[in-house]
């Protein structure tokens, strides 16, 4: 019988947030304290992707049925951001790499949350920065930051808003892994460059499908 994972609680699930653009700690720290506070009202359990139909680097569609019947690993970044994404993106980076040197065919998807900016364009110059492979790695924009801050907090319970003091954005820095259905099954920390707990849990959940 295949089992599935019990999904974490909603409050846990958005927890870590970051605002990109400040390095002094002073500043992180007021940040996360904000982001926390954002995410207690967040009410609603994360589902996992809903029905869409964005662009991608190669002004492709991409839909959430394009992504079924692999497993997913989704984040939420963005190319001006200076300092978090500049962290979750290599990080996904060594991530497909070891995916691939394991034979594990996983979707890695990272929308934007600064649509209005990150053309097809902008966003492939920046995956190609880092080295990604587009083969299986999609960075999706083509819809308006309304319709995106809607989009994570029904898929994810989490939090995309402009930041009170600054031109930033405030968005999780999560990776969340989702099933063959595109339901969120377990999420991890973007900024973690240890990838094995990342690589566990996509080995289990193959193995618990045999």
Not at 7 to 27: N, Q, R
Request: charged residues 25%; glycine residues 4%; contains cysteine.
């Amino acid at each position: 019988m295949k089992k599935r994972w019990v999904f974490v609680s909603a409050l846990a699930l958005t927890l870590v947030l970051a605002a990109c653009g400040s390095s002094e700690s002073s500043d992180v720290e007021g940040m996360e304290d904000a982001n926390e506070t954002a995410a207690v009202e967040q009410e609603s359990e994360a589902t996992g992707l809903h029905e869409f139909e964005y662009m991608n680097q190669d002004n492709e569609v991409v839909t959430n049925e394009d992504l079924k019947g692999k497993y997913s690993l989704v984040n939420m970044v963005f190319t001006r951001c200076p300092t978090v994404c500049n962290l979750m993106t290599p990080n996904m980076t060594n991530l497909q790499n070891e995916l691939d040197e394991k034979g594990l065919d996983v979707n890695l998807v990272s929308f934007t949350v600064d649509p209005e900016h990150d053309t097809p364009e902008k966003l492939k110059a920046y995956g190609e920065q880092y080295d990604a492979d587009f083969s299986n790695w999609d960075f999706l924009t083509g819809y308006d930051r309304e319709e995106v801050e809607s989009f994570a907090a029904s898929s994810f319970n989490s939090v995309v808003q402009s930041h009170p003091e600054n031109d930033d954005i405030i968005h999780s820095t999560q990776t969340y892994l989702l099933d063959i259905n595109g339901q969120v099954v377990e999420q991890f920390d973007g900024l973690e460059v240890d990838k094995e707990p990342i690589i566990d849990a996509i080995e289990t959940l193959v193995e618990m499908e045999k």
